[in-house]
């Protein structure tokens, strides 16, 4: 089995889908630090002052104004009413939640690229992972090999998993090294709360508690790793039963970003919170984020993401041991 999973991840490489990926997170990194640089200087700016208490109590206002807009769907008022809790909380309590530095860069990176950036990332290695064998016209030989088919069809699984590693560690350490640059290296120790629970639409704080800022960005990591899983998991299904990659990818890129705009534009329909695509922000619930769509937590985001993640295993090796090897 090492044997089989060695050669995937070396066909991965030869294709270079692997080095685009990494590429990508490169370029992309540094164009975010420093939009992200100038928004504080900006704010910096328009407040007159780099007082942090000061931006954030003009950032509650600011949404409190927000509010009294008639035009706002009333689903917008009480994700912003919440928003507003929370950052009345950092602010009662004296903690910064911005606080510059390389590490909290990638915590919000981590946080905002959960549902769209890296899942795209991950598709463009996946999608292609079983459809290629039909592109490049080997998979006949791939299938007629004295191997069980399971087999070689859990190599390519394991090795993508791996891939998925690859590009969540790659993106946090990227993410640290060019954007402490310049925000700084420091930050890691530095206070971050978790444990915010929406209860009737008011933000329960009985659970809430610290920790350092480097094991939330483990934790967050840990969570962009299961949601980039269970994307993998289902490009690895339709790379299965689609024989073209393009197509593959294609359909894969359409459900991700239509699985985004859903939620944006339908959050009073409840049924959205069983589609896979709808489940990836995992982060939110650690952040204490709230979600639009209600009915939604961490343990029912895991359940819906593995239960779609297995169902489309079961449906890749079912097809994949059952093709006919002359189709």
């Not at 080095?19 to 910096?44: G, H, S």
């Not at 969570?223 to 690895?236: E, G, N």
Request: with cysteine; proline share 4%.
């Amino acid at each position: 089995m090492i044997g089989l999973i060695y050669n995937e991840l070396l066909k991965t490489v030869k294709k270079k889908r692997v080095l685009v990926v990494l590429l990508i997170i490169a370029v992309l990194i540094p164009v975010f630090t420093y939009a992200q640089y100038r928004t504080v200087q900006t704010t910096i700016q328009q407040m007159g002052t780099s007082d942090w208490r000061s931006i954030l109590q003009q950032q509650i206002i600011d949404n409190q104004n927000r509010l009294s807009s008639s035009r706002m769907p009333e689903e917008w008022k009480k994700l912003v009413r919440l928003n507003i809790q929370q950052q009345q909380y950092y602010l009662d309590h004296d903690i910064n939640p911005m606080s510059p530095g390389a590490p909290t860069f990638v915590r919000k990176f981590i946080e905002e690229s959960i549902s769209l950036f890296l899942p795209l990332l991950v598709v463009v290695v996946a999608a292609d992972i079983v459809s290629s064998e039909h592109s490049a016209g080997t998979i006949k030989l791939l299938l007629t090999r004295p191997i069980r088919r399971w087999r070689i069809l859990l190599s390519k699984y394991l090795a993508l998993l791996l891939l998925v590693s690859l590009i969540v560690v790659a993106t946090a350490i990227l993410g640290t090294l060019l954007s402490g640059i310049i925000f700084g290296y420091g930050g890691w120790e530095l206070p971050v709360f978790t444990g915010f629970q929406e209860v009737n639409g008011e933000m329960v704080t009985d659970r809430v508690h610290l920790v350092p800022q480097w094991q939330y960005i483990l934790m967050g990591c840990g969570l962009a790793w299961f949601s980039c899983t269970a994307v993998a998991t289902l490009s690895f299904m339709v790379s299965v039963l689609v024989r073209s990659t393009a197509a593959g990818m294609g359909i894969m890129m359409a459900s991700l970003i239509s699985g985004n705009l859903l939620t944006q534009a339908a959050p009073s329909w409840t049924a959205l919170k069983y589609l896979a695509f709808t489940n990836l922000r995992l982060t939110d619930y650690l952040s204490g984020t709230p979600t639009m769509i209600e009915g939604m937590t961490l343990p029912f985001s895991l359940a819906v993401l593995g239960i779609w993640s297995l169902a489309s295993l079961a449906v890749a090796f079912t097809v994949f041991v059952k093709r006919d090897v002359l189709a």
